[in-house]
């Protein structure tokens, strides 16, 4: 089971690069983010022409979240209960056994604004939805567009991105560490301790070229299902097409 998540920047825009990417990619489950689109506007019919059921929650211009999987996903939640949000970042829902749980994680803009204090607050209502959810179902895969950079191996330059900056900063880290410490693991970190491997580069000062990069794009497997993960990465090849999202698909292959 080939489980991924891309932060696809438009769906609408990016609609070509999602039906070339899922032929060749052949994943069996997608977590999507920032579709920036009306739920009325969502191409489930031209996904469903590739094999794909989608469930879908967007808005207009920002945020949308959507699960795409080869058989249909059981137990939607849209959301996160309880905490009361209009922005549309959270999706979730069961296929073949595996709860899978897509996050659009609030960026924060800056360390000490009003977004930020929101991120935080967002995490914590995350990390409460999680604990509950891991106890309903052990085979758990949070994923998505996590806005934090995990630590130092992870970003360009440590330097920069450090404990006061915006996706890198301690309270953010610890918010995620928090997370992981439910019994959670960075599938990616399962398989390599390699730096410099990324999932988003800015669009300016040709970060791609130079690999100005964080890796912000996470898939976590739950204790129950870390010996099922026999493989894990990036793909950069969407990055290098015409007019790319600024991130790249993280994946995760379970056995």
Do not use: C
């Amino acid at each position: 089971m080939k489980i991924a998540s891309w932060n696809v920047n438009s769906l609408n825009v990016r609609l070509p690069h999602l039906e070339q990417w899922l032929t060749a990619f052949a994943p069996d489950v997608v977590g999507i983010q920032e579709t920036k689109m009306d739920d009325h506007k969502f191409p489930d019919a031209v996904l469903a022409g590739l094999g794909y059921r989608s469930v879908f929650a967007g808005q207009k211009t920002y945020n949308g979240v959507a699960l795409l999987s080869r058989e249909p996903a059981q137990d939607v939640q849209i959301g996160i209960p309880g905490f009361e949000d209009e922005q549309k970042r959270v999706i979730a829902g069961t296929v073949n056994g595996v709860r899978i749980i897509n996050l659009y994680v609030v960026n924060g803009q800056d360390v000490d604004t009003d977004k930020y204090a929101y991120k935080l607050r967002w995490l914590e209502a995350v990390h409460a939805w999680v604990a509950s959810e891991l106890q309903k179902y052990p085979e758990l895969v949070v994923m998505g567009d996590f806005n934090i950079a995990p630590d130092a191996r992870d970003v360009h330059d440590p330097l920069v991105w450090n404990e006061n900056h915006i996706l890198t900063s301690t309270a953010e880290r610890g918010a995620l560490n928090k997370l992981l410490q439910l019994g959670l693991h960075d599938a990616f970190r399962l398989h390599s301790e390699e730096e410099g491997v990324f999932s988003w580069w800015d669009y300016r000062a040709a970060g791609f070229r130079r690999n100005l990069g964080l890796r912000i794009d996470l898939t976590l497997v739950s204790d129950a299902l870390k010996a099922r993960a026999l493989a894990s990465g990036i793909d950069r090849e969407p990055r290098t097409w015409d007019r790319p999202s600024d991130h790249a698909p993280a994946w995760v292959q379970l056995g």
